[in-house]
Nanobody, 121 residues
Framework: QVHLVESGGGLVQAGGSLRLSCAATGTTFHHNAIGWYRQAPGKQRELVAA???????HYADAATGRFTISRDNAKNTAYLQMNNLKPEDTAVYYC???????????????WGEGTQVTVSS
């Protein structure tokens, strides 16, 4: 049974930074693609960034240049470094995992329970 736990969210001022972590258990982590999604109040969940098992990355336009997704297979953990945060980045951030990057990008993987990120202006 795959289990994902996100951490690292919190309250930060605009222009600040946060690093989110996604710790995985119950899976061969290095075989999985990982995605970070976010869901703001009243909005649909949207893909922020994804990384395949080889370290190849994909970013949504809103994240390009400000966010960096990475993974440490030795620690079974993926990260989302978020810099120059804006109030519109406020959302619950979720990680998801699946052996298929395509399924991750389609939102069809296993999900964590999310971590709240709030950016004040």
């Amino acid at each position: 049974q795959v289990h994902l736990v996100e951490s690292g969210g919190g309250l930060v001022q605009a222009g600040g930074s946060l690093r989110l972590s996604c710790a995985a258990t119950g899976t061969t982590f290095h075989h999985n693609a990982i995605g970070w999604y976010r869901q703001a109040p009243g909005k649909q969940r949207e893909l922020v960034a994804a990384i395949n098992s080889y370290g190849g990355t994909h970013y949504a336009d809103a994240a390009t240049g400000r966010f960096t997704i990475s993974r440490d297979n030795a620690k079974n953990t993926a990260y989302l470094q978020m810099n120059n945060l804006k109030p519109e980045d406020t959302a619950v951030y979720y990680c998801t995992a699946d052996p298929s990057l395509g399924r991750v990008v389609q939102g069809l993987g296993i999900w964590g329970e999310g971590t709240q990120v709030t950016v004040s202006s």
